[in-house]
């Protein structure tokens, strides 16, 4: 009998506490892992009292995930370097933007056999005008090898178990398989797929044209520009893929982490749902975050300029005028009038 897995989540937002309560519940009644599971979270005080309190003695995330149960297997824990100690599967679900301050301090702690799948949507910028994959930053910085999960999944949804699918990406057919077991329920089907940049990318892309249909939901656009938004973002993500990325398989776009993603989150994300705001309010998109979404944290816009930093480096921008027309709203320097502008002239059009 092999060692049973130890699982650590290196998060504990909105997604990560859903994803915590289906793993969680998951391991109770598998053989291949221990029961108990360590999550890391970002300590806060929440109507004073600490926030891995709440969650070690009322099993919930009050702030990011109300109203749903953590299974008492899983423990919050502050410290991440110890909450992280022994681990054999890694889950990174955190906003991207604090990945780097998080990979620094596991860095040299973890095991030498362990593995990581992240849930995390975005990128990494590097020096001189590139971009990488937020599953190539944790397999350079930490040395063990990185999956992913993405797919459409709200996770108030997962959290109330409504039905819905994810894609694993990853080139490690029995590994991927371990994970499937351990992110599987009834309610939450995955599909294994080998073509795993691509899985990751779509989840990164898809969070800027949520951003644009947030956009034309704003400016009064109805149903039929929201297609076209979905459509036109949907061929920027295959063009971007194919361009720096190579050897992108076209129907990975099929899976849950591609058109499905993408759809769900153009009429139901928060990216959406800010940009809308943005649009109405004549606010910067930092205020309404903060107003708007309670410690939550958007993932569009800072995506876009990620994704802006490469193009403009490659002078590319005019190739990809979704991409391009969110970032420069975003930064103040369009106006949002001038979004669907921007498509018309869409080279899909020309
Ligand atoms: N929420 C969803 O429906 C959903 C679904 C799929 C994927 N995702 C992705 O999952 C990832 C995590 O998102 P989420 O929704 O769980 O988070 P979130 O936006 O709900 O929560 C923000 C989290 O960041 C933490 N935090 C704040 N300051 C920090 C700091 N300085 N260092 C480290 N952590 C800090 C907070 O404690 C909190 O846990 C993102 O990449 C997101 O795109 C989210």
């Known amino acids: 009998m092999t060692e049973k897995k130890r699982i650590c989540i290196v998060g504990s937002g909105?997604?990560?506490?859903?994803?915590?309560?289906?793993?969680?519940?998951?391991?109770?009644?598998?053989?291949?892992?221990?029961?108990?599971?360590?999550?890391?979270v970002f300590e806060e005080e929440v109507n004073g009292r600490k926030l891995t309190e709440i969650i070690n003695t009322d099993h919930e995330n009050v702030k990011y995930l109300p109203g749903h149960k953590i299974p008492e297997n899983v423990i919050a824990l502050a410290d991440l370097v110890e909450s992280a100690k022994d681990a054999d599967i890694y889950i990174f679900v955190i906003p991207h933007q604090f990945l780097p301050g998080v990979c620094s301090k596991l860095?040299?702690?973890?095991?030498?056999?362990?593995?990581?799948?992240s849930l995390i949507k975005g990128f990494a910028m590097k020096d001189g005008g590139g971009i990488a994959l937020i599953s190539s930053e944790v397999e350079n910085t930490l040395e063990i090898p990185c999956a992913v999960l993405m797919g459409a999944n709200i996770a108030n949804e997962?959290?109330?178990?409504?039905?819905c699918e994810a894609t694993?990406?990853?080139?490690?057919?029995?590994?991927?398989?371990?994970?499937?077991?351990?992110?599987?329920?009834?309610?939450?089907?995955?599909?294994?797929c080998e073509d795993e940049d691509t899985v990751e990318l779509c989840g990164a892309l898809k969070n800027i044209v949520a951003t644009g249909a947030g956009f034309a939901d704003g400016l009064g656009y109805g149903d039929n520009?929201?297609?076209?938004?979905i459509r036109l973002g949907l061929m920027e993500m295959v063009k971007f893929c194919e361009k720096f990325?190579?050897?992108?398989?076209?129907?990975?776009?099929?899976?849950?982490?591609?058109?499905?993603?993408?759809?769900?989150t153009c009429y139901a994300g928060r990216n959406r749902r800010v940009a809308a705001a943005f649009v109405k309010s004549r606010k910067t998109i930092e205020q309404l975050e903060q107003e708007m979404l309670n410690g939550q944290k958007l993932q569009g816009p800072p995506t876009a300029e990620e994704v802006n930093f490469m193009l403009k480096s490659k002078d590319m921008e005019d190739k990809f005028p979704m991409f391009t027309a969110v970032h420069k709203i975003c930064q103040g320097k369009l106006p949002v009038e001038e979004f669907i502008n921007c498509l018309k002239n869409h080279p899909e059009h020309m």
Request: some cysteine.
């Open 168 to 192: 694993i990406g990853i080139r490690n057919r029995d590994q991927g398989l371990l994970l499937k077991k351990m992110f599987q329920a009834d309610y939450f089907r995955i599909v294994v």
């Open 225 to 229: 520009t929201k297609a076209a938004v």
């Open 245 to 264: 990325w190579h050897g992108s398989t076209q129907s990975t776009f099929l899976e849950s982490c591609g058109v499905a993603d993408l759809v769900t």
């Open 158 to 163: 997962v959290a109330s178990e409504n039905y």
């Open 107 to 117: 860095k040299g702690t973890v095991k030498k056999s362990s593995i990581g799948v």
């Open 14 to 40: 909105n997604w990560g506490s859903a994803i915590a309560k289906v793993v969680g519940n998951n391991v109770q009644k598998l053989d291949e892992f221990e029961t108990e599971i360590k999550m890391w």
